[in-house]
Structure formats: C-alpha cells, structure tokens
C-alpha cells in the first residue's frame, strides 16, 4: 500500500511542468488557503486581511506566487461564485501575479476538479462581478497543474512541488467519496463546532503517517519536495530528509509561507500585532531562518536513523527531467 500510494508522487515527479530559477529568483509558496464563501463555515474568512496584506507585499516585491492546492475549497463550496465574490480583491490581486507571469498553481483535494480539462475555461478565464452582473477577466487560459520541477540553475539539482494528498488514499483515490462527505456531513456538523475526525487537520497521528510517507520518498529519490495538505510546517535541517511543508492559511489568527529569496529558502509567518501605541497591523515574522539550497544540496537527505539513502541512481533523475513538461519564463 505504502509503494502504491508514493508512487503517485513519482508520477507527479515524472509528468511535473519544469520552471527554471537561479539566485536572483524570488519565490513564495502557499498552500491551504481554501478560499471560502464568506459564511460562518469559512475558514479562510477570518484571516482574508492577512493574507490580502502578504499578496500585496509579495506581488510589489517582486515574488513569484506558486499555490500548491487546495486554494479553493472546492467540496463544502458547490458554488464557484460565491467564492470569486467572496474574495473580490484577493482575485484582483492574483490577477496581477498572473498578468505579470508570476502565478502558477497546483491544485490538490479540495479542488481536484481543476484538474478536469474545461473547469479553468469555465471558472478561472473570468468571472461575472455580482454588483454590475459584467464579466471580468481573471487568468485567461491559465493552466492548472498537478506538480511543478523548480530546476535551481545549471546544478543538476531541483525541487518537486505538489499538494501532497497523493500519500493520503482517500483523498486521493477515493476522493469522491470524502468530498460527499465533507460536503453533507461535516461541513454543515462544522457550523456546530464538530470537527471532521478524518481529515489528517484533525488528527496528529494521521499527519504523522502523511509526512512520514512524503519524507520517506524524499530520501529513496534523494528529491527535495515542497508539500501542503496536512496545515503542519515542516523545515528540515541540513543532512536532514529533504521534506518541507508550507503550512496552510486557515490557522487562527496567522497564515504561514515559504520562501525562496537570493538562493535560500526560510519559513515566515504572517499575522495581527499592535504598535507601542495600539495600532493594530499585519506583521511578517521569520520562523525558519533562510537556508542556502546549495547548503541542502552539498549534503542530501539521509533517514532518520542517520543511514544514507540514495535510491535514485543519476540515470534515474536525468529520466525524471527527460520526460518532464518544459515551460515557463525564468523565475
């Protein structure tokens, strides 16, 4: 079972889009927004103003913005509208990323079905504004993706991005069957304070076994992988497997990030806090001081027990690259 599910993810790894990026790149990766209706089930309601505030300094700072999943909470919501409507000015500015070339997105359970070949044509191209009842464009033909290969230069080293529900069976596989069950059973419970004891969110041994799952092939492939799905930050020492987690953007009060800056990456935080004077503002606050990747690279993953693995022979990762989608501007 546990080869069956990671093997998923080096299928994601085989058929990823592949971005090129160097030291001058600066990217920011989230994950876990699940963009809401607006209704007292949301979520992602309550930390709209951060997160608006993090897209705007990241969208004038320069910053490539990669989502990986789960973007748009796709299963309580059956309404796309309500989203897009919900959300009027994060979409303006994400419409200024994709404008710019600077907006990629991955998608993961929660909104799987971007994945169907006409939902971007049907929701994302544009969107109709509910005041004025006109059409306004959003991410014309924008391409939704499973996983993207960020390949760091002329090093021969790369980094997989991807939701990471691809460990997880039933939101993968039987992800139909967890979406109805989201949808009319514990979302509606979830307005009652009754929270859905299957999600790996709300259950610490299950996040345990996901990241258990991810890291693991992380280290057979010798890969460096950026994942969401569990809401729980990862950032791994250097010699440590080579598995990072971004967190998510539906904790109380703070959203988390990563990102990579002048060829490192660090983890950051983004919340509420108040001046000397009471003045309340967004602050953004480093949690994992930034890495050089190179750092990461020189060393590789090891296991835990402290016994080196390098399942991937370099034959191996020269197919993965073959056979990968090229694409993409210089990030």
């Not at 790369?158 to 967890?178: E, K, T, Y």
């Not at 971004?246 to 990456?265: H, K, M, N, R």
């Not at 509420?272 to 993953?301: C, H, M, Q, W």
Request: with cysteine; glycine share 8%.
């Amino acid at each position: 079972m546990v080869e069956h599910l990671t093997h998923r993810v080096t299928k994601a790894l085989v058929n990823a889009l592949h971005l090129p990026m160097d030291n001058s790149s600066r990217i920011v990766m989230m994950s876990d927004c699940h963009r809401g209706d607006g209704s007292s089930a949301d979520n992602f309601y309550g930390n709209l103003n951060i997160y608006t505030t993090a897209l705007q300094w990241y969208e004038k700072t320069g910053y490539t913005y990669i989502e990986l999943g789960d973007g748009d909470e796709l299963w309580a919501c059956k309404i796309f509208a309500n989203i897009t409507n919900a959300n009027a000015k994060v979409f303006d500015i994400l419409s200024k990323f994709y404008q710019q070339g600077r907006l990629y997105m991955i998608y993961g359970n929660h909104d799987i079905v971007k994945r169907e070949r006409n939902w971007a044509r049907r929701f994302y191209y544009d969107y109709l504004v509910r005041f004025n009842d006109k059409h306004k464009l959003l991410f014309p033909n924008i391409e939704l993706h499973e996983s993207i290969v960020l390949d760091y230069g002329n090093t021969g080293h790369s980094i997989l991005l991807l939701h990471g529900h691809q460990v997880d069976c039933l939101n993968s596989a039987f992800w139909r069957l967890a979406r109805f069950l989201v949808r009319y059973l514990w979302h509606p419970l979830e307005t009652w304070g009754v929270k859905n004891p299957m999600s790996p969110v709300n259950s610490p041994s299950k996040k345990g076994v996901l990241e258990s799952y991810l890291s693991d092939w992380s280290v057979r492939h010798n890969q460096m992988l950026i994942a969401g799905h569990t809401h729980r930050t990862a950032f791994p020492k250097v010699g440590e497997p080579l598995y990072f987690n971004d967190g998510c953007c539906v904790y109380p009060e703070f959203i988390t990030a990563l990102e990579i800056c002048g060829g490192q990456i660090g983890l950051v935080k983004w919340s509420y806090d108040t001046t000397e004077n009471g003045l309340l503002f967004v602050n953004r606050e480093i949690l994992k001081e930034p890495v050089k990747l190179s750092d990461y690279f020189a060393v590789g993953s090891v296991c835990m027990e402290g016994n080196t693995k390098r399942a991937a022979s370099n034959k191996t990762v020269l197919f993965f690259r073959k056979t990968g989608r090229m694409g993409g501007k210089q990030i």
